[in-house]
Structures are given as structure tokens and as C-alpha cells.
């Protein structure tokens, strides 16, 4: 199979490392930037390389590209692919508007073909297992979540902290309720590039009434991914760089016994033990990389296909607007 990575920059070397560790896989990386192909060369000689995305252009020379470049080409870049009948991968965000992630869709679909998103933490063996045992039904119902996504850089200028942080955590989110947000808030602030918040404070309610906040900051002292589910059994913890235990299962919690009279009631605090399941230490951009393939290979819808990728923009876009407007309260007007 033959595949193209355009964009070579902070995280384009990680696609093509893992696709030039897939057995009979021919892979071509591109970059405008000659400096930084030549950089990419010296380290992965393995590939081959233009620094012109239109040589790419030809089902004859690549059956499916990987785009990571900046969040404003997406589009362009995605479209251009879609219509030579290319299979597409493209990194989170999408787009960086909900109406071109609908072009982007329809397009796909006339065309019949791939498109797969980025969403890297949808197959990570922590938050699969996590999924699992929602699903299961093991915590019971879900109360809230929090997320807390900070660390101090990196500063960008294509797009604010809300659109490079925020897609993680929704993007997850999605991946473990059915329910889908009903409305959105926002505040931040831009403290450091004038016009460019790097941080901001999300609240989001679904309509099964799951409560989700969502901390993204680019300037905080320390790197923190931790996100927090509460369920009506138990409690989640997830610390995605904890080396050992990323995933704790807390048999903790409060009940409620009926009153003995009127006006009284009594809570019972359950701190029970602490259980962390075993989780499988696979990268998971080498399973999403191998899903694309496989997606390619076998025409099957992909795990984060348009339509996730969709849901994530639509949230990201109402919850900037909604900074933009100084928290105020936005409601979906239809569902996502």
C-alpha cells in the first residue's frame, strides 16, 4: 500500500515512523519547507519524499494520504484529495469550521471515499478499557466528568487553545456517552499573544444530564492530563502519563437510605479499594495508523470517521463563540 504524509512538522514524523513499521507499506513524505524535509530525510530514509503535495496527486502514486499540517489547509488539502479519489486521513481538528466539515463529508460520500480523523486518544488501550467498563455498567450512571488537558507551551498562532487542546477531551467524551451535548460555555483568556486565548474553562451539559467540564491551558507550571468520571457506584480516574496505572476504578461513593421520620435522611460515604485494571501498552497511533489501513483496505467505515470529526468542530466552534461572547450560554439547535 502506498501512502502520503503531507506536513512534516511537529507531529507529521510520528505518522510516517509508525507507517514505515508497517510491513509492505510504501510511504512519501511532504513538506514545503525544503529545510524540514531534508531534517526528515537524514532520520527516516526509508521514505520518499517531495516538497509538492500535487505529486501526490494520482491514485497511481498513493492510495491514501495523511495530512498534518496547519488546522486553516485542512480543508483545502482534504478536498483536493477527496476529489481525485483519494482515501483521506486528516489530523484533529478537522476543519476549522463546521461548514467545511460537511463539505468535507458530503463530498467523501459522493465520492466513496475514506475519511478518517485524527482522533489519536479514541484508540488509546486506557480509554477503550474505560469505555469498557461504562459500558459495562459497573460505575453505574454517570453523574459528571472533568478534565483537566495543561501544560506551558506550545503557544500557536493557526489556531487558540480551545481548537488544539479541546478535540482530545471531546473527542473521548463522545467516545463514552451516547448522549449528545445540549449547550455550551466558554470563558478564557488570552494572556501571553493578544487575540489568541491560551486558556479557557468549558462547561458542557448533555441531554441525558451528564455534566462535563474541560480545562485547556498552555500556560500552567506543570503538564496535567487527568480526567475524572463520576458515576452513581464508583469513580474513574484517568491520568493519561502515569507510566504504570493510567486507569483507577474508586469504590467510592455516597448513599442514600430512606428517612426514619419526616425531614430526616442519611448519607453513607463509601471509600471502598482502589482497583486498577491492566492495560494494554501498544502506542495508540500506531492502532489508529493500522485502523486507516485497514479502513482503506477493506472499504469500512472508520472509528473516527467524518461524522465524529463533525461533532467535535460543532462543539469546538459553539464553545469559541460562546468565549468570544464572555461565557455565554449557547444551545445546539440540532443535534450533532
Not at 111 to 135: C, E, Q, S, Y
Not at 194 to 208: K, L, M, R, Y
Not at 282 to 292: G, N
Request: neutral net charge; contains cysteine; proline residues 4%.
Amino acid at each position: 500500500m502506498k501512502l502520503g504524509v503531507i506536513g512534516l512538522g511537529y507531529w507529521g514524523p510520528n505518522l510516517l515512523r509508525n507507517l514505515l513499521n508497517i510491513p509492505e507499506t510504501d510511504v512519501i513524505g511532504c513538506d514545503n519547507n525544503v529545510n524540514r524535509l531534508n531534517l526528515i530525510k537524514g532520520k527516516f530514509p526509508n521514505a520518499k519524499y517531495t516538497k509538492d503535495y500535487r505529486d501526490l496527486l494520482n491514485k497511481d502514486n498513493v492510495d491514501g494520504v495523511l495530512i498534518s499540517t496547519p488546522l486553516k489547509s485542512h480543508y483545502k488539502l482534504a478536498k483536493i484529495f477527496l476529489e481525485n479519489g483519494i482515501d483521506v486521513f486528516v489530523e484533529k481538528p478537522m476543519t476549522a469550521s463546521v461548514k467545511e466539515a460537511e463539505e468535507l463529508i458530503s463530498l467523501s460520500e459522493g465520492k466513496g471515499r475514506i475519511l478518517m480523523v485524527g482522533h489519536t486518544f479514541v484508540f488509546n488501550p486506557a480509554v477503550i478499557k474505560i469505555k469498557d467498563i461504562i459500558d459495562s455498567g459497573e460505575i453505574g450512571e454517570i453523574y459528571y466528568i472533568t478534565s483537566t488537558r495543561v501544560n506551558l507551551g506550545i503557544h500557536r498562532r493557526d489556531a487558540n487553545v480551545i481548537w488544539d487542546l479541546a478535540p482530545h477531551d471531546f473527542s473521548v467524551i463522545f467516545s463514552w456517552i451516547d448522549s449528545k451535548p445540549k449547550y455550551v460555555s466558554a470563558v478564557g483568556k488570552d494572556a501571553v499573544l493578544n487575540g489568541i486565548p491560551d486558556v479557557a474553562f468549558i462547561h458542557t451539559i448533555f441531554e441525558d444530564g451528564v455534566i462535563a467540564d474541560i480545562q485547556v491551558s498552555w500556560l500552567a507550571p506543570s503538564k496535567i492530563r487527568r480526567t475524572i468520571i463520576v458515576g452513581s457506584k464508583k469513580m474513574i480516574v484517568y491520568n493519561d502519563i502515569d507510566p504504570r496505572e493510567k486507569v483507577k476504578v474508586y469504590d467510592s461513593g455516597v448513599d442514600l437510605k430512606e428517612p426514619y421520620d419526616y425531614g430526616e435522611f442519611l448519607l453513607t460515604y463509601r471509600v471502598g479499594d482502589i482497583r486498577s485494571p491492566k492495560i494494554d501498552n501498544r502506542e495508540p497511533l500506531k492502532i489508529e495508523v493500522e485502523h486507516f489501513l485497514e479502513c482503506i483496505k477493506t472499504r469500512s467505515k472508520p472509528a473516527s470517521d467524518g461524522y465524529a470529526g463533525l461533532k467535535v468542530v460543532k462543539t469546538l466552534e459553539m464553545a469559541d463563540k460562546s468565549l468570544v461572547e464572555n461565557g455565554k450560554v449557547l444551545f445546539f439547535k440540532k443535534s450533532i
